[in-house]
């Protein structure tokens, strides 16, 4: 995030977006589908990038929301990719062993932005797991 906010101020979004969607990065490397890719691209050029240009208080305050997990009694259903980053499945697998009786799943094919990536499959377990929900 640094080095897109660094490519941000110096030398403006639509840099910054090539290098977030398609540059060789971590993120980018986890697009699976062009159609995504494309989409991607598109929003990265018309977003104001605002998030990345101002700090905000709320950014340090999710260290500690880790420690209430166990305080969600919803049903809560957890989803990451095959593709995905491996800090976020490792996130994903925090909430899903933290939150009682959360449910993991994974979406074969899929990268980081998965409802993208795999739109089908993503609304599937979605609708799935809602309508299990008494």
């Known amino acids: 995030i640094a080095r897109v906010?660094?490519?941000?101020?110096?030398?403006?979004?639509n840099d910054a977006t090539d290098y977030l969607w398609s540059g060789n990065n971590c993120l980018s490397n986890t697009v699976q589908s062009r159609k995504t890719r494309k989409v991607l691209l598109k929003m990265g050029y018309e977003y104001s990038w605002w998030r990345h240009l101002h700090s905000s208080r709320r950014e340090y305050a999710f260290p500690t929301a880790i420690k209430n997990l166990g305080a969600i009694k919803?049903?809560?259903l957890v989803v990451t990719a095959e593709y995905d980053l491996e800090l976020c499945k490792a996130v994903?697998?925090?909430l899903a062993k933290?939150?009682?009786?959360?449910k993991l799943v994974s979406i074969k094919g899929a990268g980081h932005i998965m409802n993208m990536d795999r739109p089908k499959e993503f609304n599937k377990m979605v609708s799935e797991f809602v309508d299990k929900i008494k």
């Open 74 to 76: 919803i049903p809560t």
């Open 98 to 102: 933290g939150i009682p009786n959360a």
């Open 92 to 94: 994903a697998d925090i």
């Open 5 to 13: 906010t660094n490519i941000l101020k110096t030398k403006g979004r």
